[in-house]
């Protein structure tokens, strides 16, 4: 069965430093998400993108985050300058249609320090 | 600022009973909803998705949506210990995003 996979599945880095999470979405879908979840609250929506650009971002999507597909097959999230606040699961996630169900990865933890 | 509540629980049921598990969202125009479960520390897993007002069943699992109320619901039948997860509700606000809202734990008692 197809899936989303997700590298890595946990990052420990020091606050300032960038961080890379990567992410491999299945390969017929056309609209990719990022999403993290904070330890004990909800899962928050980051960012979509579709067709090579950014469709939507959140408050929390600021400048020091970026996102890209670099290939045909990748879509990264890019954190330039983490901090303690930034540590949390983050899930990549895509689907076939804009309105149709998400297909979440495993998840990247990524601690702060 | 468009919202999803559930109640966080725990809900706590026996097994074989009957888990009702109930959301609220505040966009009127949302088009399409869905039903995730989260075992701890893992990631979402899709259960259903509803889009039209009514019922709709899939083996033990009932989502029943009503549109005029901002209302959708999971109904869980014969409960098992292993459905013991947090669900979560999340809706589609006619932007391609999902928005979830907070999850429900159940626990389902042996």
């Known amino acids: 069965e197809p899936e989303v996979t997700q590298t890595p599945s946990h990052q420990v880095t020091q606050m300032g430093q960038e961080v890379i999470l990567r992410c491999v979405p299945i390969s017929n879908h056309l609209y990719f998400y990022w999403y993290r979840q904070i330890l004990g609250q909800k899962v928050e929506f980051l960012v979509s993108f579709y067709n090579n650009e950014i469709s939507e971002k959140s408050e929390i999507f600021d400048d020091q985050f970026s996102v890209e597909r670099p290939d045909g097959s990748n879509f990264t999230l890019k954190i330039r300058s983490t901090k303690l606040e930034d540590s949390a699961m983050y899930f990549c996630a895509s689907s076939a249609n804009w309105d149709g169900e998400l297909f979440f990865g495993e998840g990247s933890r990524l601690t702060v320090l | 600022q468009k919202e999803v509540e559930q109640n966080s629980g725990p809900l706590s049921v026996p097994e074989g009973a009957i888990a009702s598990l109930n959301c609220t969202y505040s966009?009127?125009?949302?088009?399409?909803f869905f039903w995730y479960r989260q075992y701890s520390g893992k990631s979402p897993e899709l259960i259903m998705f509803i889009y039209s007002n009514g019922d709709k069943e899939d083996g033990r699992f009932t989502a029943q949506l009503n549109k005029a109320s901002q209302y959708v619901s999971l109904l869980i039948r014969d409960s098992q210990p292993s459905d013991s997860a947090t669900y979560l509700c999340a809706v589609n606000g006619n932007t391609g995003k999902l928005i979830f809202g907070q999850g429900t734990t159940l626990q389902v008692k042996p």
């Open positions: 966009d009127r125009g949302s088009q399409s």
